[in-house]
């Protein structure tokens, strides 16, 4: 392609100028191309001469135009070669002492922008195998890895399908193998060290959320693999973290999600956790990820992993509408524009790989029916407790009160639809089986453990909302105490059944979001033991509580002692 300006070049463009490299000043120049980032003129061009000349320039002209506001001291701080312009910046990786972690991490400052290292990223990749081969010496750093891939993939995916395991599997061999080379972030260009910067940091906050959630019957050593992942994985990310911004793709959401999951299990602080995903979902918002024709924009692999990562998010603020746990802000109306994502594309790029044990033509295209129905129960009830929240028992409103009794009666109906592979005659575990059908067993129970305690916690959330705007005639109640005590504890007696059916590990696997529904039918439980209009009912409530403790217990969760201090 020709350049702009014949065989001379005389302005770069940003990249290259960032970069400082030669740039041949094309349309899209060829730095750019082989790099995949955006080639771009917005910079001004700047004056060629000496800078202290034509600041000298400056003042004279502010001296003649205002004589009276000019002084001498303006001259001091005019640059010079004794050093540079800006005072130093502290490190990104200082930490909270304010030493710093390595000696080599601080990256160059020039101008308002923070230029990664390379040797910043060798150095937080060094650390963190240095840690595993003390932590697990018996064991090479290549092969924890790949379980934590393995794992991820039977009981992370199923309702998370935001990763493709063939490049999760190379970037292991990259990165953690023996033979793994000294520079692994030092050859090619400035695109190519960002793309492994960003594999790096994928492949960490995979183990880093796999070794946080799982039980140790999975993953014996994860304590030793949690929280070095997880700071090896933000680490990196704060590497190229201004770029990451400005250019997002799947891994840019995806990281920040699996940041969100292994800091809660970890520390338990909901906020930060909170907070992580919150950029994630920024991050969704800028990219337009709600509209169809903003994934036209990317290549097949991306445009799958963009759409699956989208509706993750969106079931998870679903989540936050329905139980209140914190700020939601993918509601269609913040959008701006109509929601036209859909479900699935025109075609599906396979996410798994061909060489897992448990490969099957079909299985992926299943699993993905099991996760779409997730946000579907979600986005359900979401717009169910909205619209009665808004009806408030209004009896005149005839029109609504029939439109919300159809409404319910569709949710409540709405495990007719599961697929038949996630009905429990068909999770049986038979001696016959091989070990591809087990691990297809395991993925599909991940799945209908999800659907099945969140529907049921739905239920009663649902009731508690109709008790509360006094709407009871929508789910068939007449408002009297004893008979809205019996549909309660009626409900609850199905969450408790349905935790005791599903087998215990995964309950463990789901980590946080299992126990937060507990704790909502916990504190429904907490308020009925004190009701002294049937003491039936408050026997059944005492019993229940008891074994909702008994289930946080085991799930070894930082609610159980929170609720044991509510234990009438």
Request: hydrophobic residues 40%; contains cysteine; neutral net charge.
């Amino acid at each position: 392609m020709a350049s702009r300006r014949g065989s001379t070049v005389t302005r770069a463009c940003d990249s290259c100028r960032m970069r400082k490299v030669k740039c041949d000043a094309s349309e899209d120049c060829s730095n750019c191309r082989l790099s995949g980032l955006p080639c771009q003129y917005t910079s001004a061009r700047r004056k060629r001469g000496p800078k202290v000349t034509r600041a000298l320039r400056a003042i004279e002209k502010a001296r003649q135009a205002t004589p009276n506001a000019y002084t001498p001291a303006l001259e001091d701080r005019l640059p010079s070669n004794e050093g540079p312009m800006f005072p130093p910046t502290p490190s990104i990786w200082a930490d909270s002492q304010g030493q710093q972690g390595h000696e080599d991490l601080t990256p160059s400052f020039s101008g308002t922008e923070i230029v990664p290292t390379t040797e910043s990223a060798g150095a937080i990749r060094d650390s963190l195998v240095q840690s595993m081969n003390c932590s697990i010496p018996s064991i090479p750093a290549l092969n924890v890895i790949n379980l934590c891939i393995e794992l991820y993939m039977k009981y992370t995916f199923p309702t998370a399908p935001c990763v493709h395991e063939p490049t999760l599997q190379a970037s292991a061999n990259k990165f953690f193998a023996e033979d793994s080379s000294a520079q692994l972030f030092g050859t090619g260009s400035w695109g190519d060290k960002v793309v492994d910067m960003r594999a790096f940091t994928l492949l960490t906050a995979v183990c880093a959320s796999v070794a946080s959630v799982l039980p140790k019957s999975l993953l014996p050593y994860q304590e030793a693999l949690a929280e070095p992942c997880l700071k090896a994985s933000r680490n990196m990310l704060k590497v190229f973290e201004d770029f990451d911004i400005e250019h997002p793709c799947a891994t840019s959401i995806i990281s920040r999600s699996l940041h969100s999951t292994a800091l809660q299990q970890i520390t338990g602080k909901s906020a930060l956790a909170y907070h992580i995903l919150g950029q994630a979902t920024l991050l969704l918002q800028t990219m337009r990820l709600y509209r169809e024709d903003a994934l036209s924009s990317h290549n097949a692999l991306q445009a799958q992993l963009l759409r699956n990562a989208f509706w993750q998010l969106f079931a998870a603020d679903k989540a936050s509408a329905c139980l209140g746990s914190r700020p939601f802000v993918l509601h269609e109306m913040l959008f701006g524009e109509e929601l036209t994502l859909r479900l699935s594309g025109e075609t599906m790029v396979p996410l798994m790989s061909t060489s897992s044990p448990w490969f099957e033509e079909t299985l992926e295209g299943k699993i993905l029916l099991g996760f779409h129905f997730i946000p579907r129960l979600w986005s359900t009830a979401a717009s169910l407790l909205s619209d009665i929240k808004a009806y408030g028992g209004v009896d005149e409103d005839a029109e609504m009160k029939t439109r919300l009794i159809q409404d319910y009666v569709v949710f409540s109906g709405i495990l007719d639809e599961l697929p038949q592979w996630l009905q429990t005659s068909s999770l049986i575990v038979c001696s016959e089986d091989g070990r591809a059908t087990q691990c297809q067993r395991t993925m599909f129970w991940v799945q209908r453990c999800t659907i099945m305690v969140t529907y049921q916690c739905l239920r009663l959330v649902i009731l508690q909302q109709c008790i509360n705007s006094k709407a009871w005639d929508i789910i068939g109640l007449n408002g009297l105490a004893l008979t809205i005590a019996m549909a309660k504890i009626g409900i609850i007696y199905d969450f408790i059944q349905t935790l005791e059916d599903i087998p215990f590990v995964y309950l463990q696997v789901k980590g946080e979001p299992t126990v937060q529904r507990i704790r909502v039918v916990g504190s429904v439980l907490l308020e009925m033991t004190f009701n002294p209009e049937n003491e039936t009912i408050q026997e059944r409530a005492k019993n229940y509580f008891v074994k909702l403790l008994d289930i946080l217990g085991r799930l070894d969760s930082k609610a159980s002692d929170e609720m044991s201090s509510w234990q009438p």
